[in-house]
């Protein structure tokens, strides 16, 4: 009887490698989830898991290969910015902000993940900070969104990967047209980020002008002699002095 129940044990595994992890896989692409799937095929949760996992780990090898981008999990933007850039809502008189919160993850295996950060001041200086890579797992990453966005009171909001492009190449731009070039680190960051093919196009700076808000660690000095020599006096607002 001992033989035997090794040998049907057995014969389970070789049935989940050969027979079902076809179909599990499947599932899992119409969005299924692993007890969803475990449900319907009649497996153990950790059964249908682990055929997930080893199937993610097999293709984020081949992708670190071929240099290929891992897939994107998720882009998000806090969402006064997404309010400002991507639908084009008026600022009012008592709006003061300008910086955006850009996050890319893209998935290197089960519920683990790459994921790099973009600032942006889109009324004036560009990409002012970026981080990246990090490796996280899934609770990992939940911790490090609540981190990222806790300065941003008015939360944040999914949006596609081209609009994530936008944001953080287009303020790039519109920066480089005022003399400002994007933070130091954005070499390390930039191909995380893909490439942007341009589109959508959106409007920077506030109300038709730059608009330069100094702050903790910017040479506020600096910034305004080159706003001077490049834009003109009286052709940018500011608001300094407020350390």
Known sequence: ?????????QRVIFSMT????????????????????????GLKVSQVNSVIKASAEKTAIARAETGELAP?????VN???????????AIDEHDVGG??????????????FVVCTYMVDYWCLGLKNTMGEKKLNDTKYQQFLNMAYRGFP??????????????VYGAIDYAAELGFKPHKDFQKTKNHLGSWNGQPKLT???QGKP??????????TQIMQTLRKNVGEGNFDYLIGLG
């Open 1 to 9: 009887m001992f033989l035997l129940s090794i040998f049907v044990h």
């Open 18 to 41: 050969s027979d079902l992890e076809s179909e599990i896989l499947a599932l899992r692409d119409k969005k299924l989830t692993p007890k969803q799937i475990a449900r319907k095929l």
């Open 72 to 76: 994107v999990a998720q882009c998000l």
């Open 79 to 89: 969402t006064n910015c997404a309010e400002r850039l991507l639908e084009a809502q």
């Open 99 to 112: 910086l955006g919160m850009v996050l890319v993850a893209r998935t290197t295996g089960y519920k683990r």
């Open 154 to 167: 008015d939360g944040y909001q999914e949006i596609a990967l081209e609009q994530a492009q936008a944001i």
């Open 204 to 206: 920077f700076g506030r």
């Open 211 to 220: 608009y330069f808000i100094e702050g903790p660690y910017d040479n506020g």
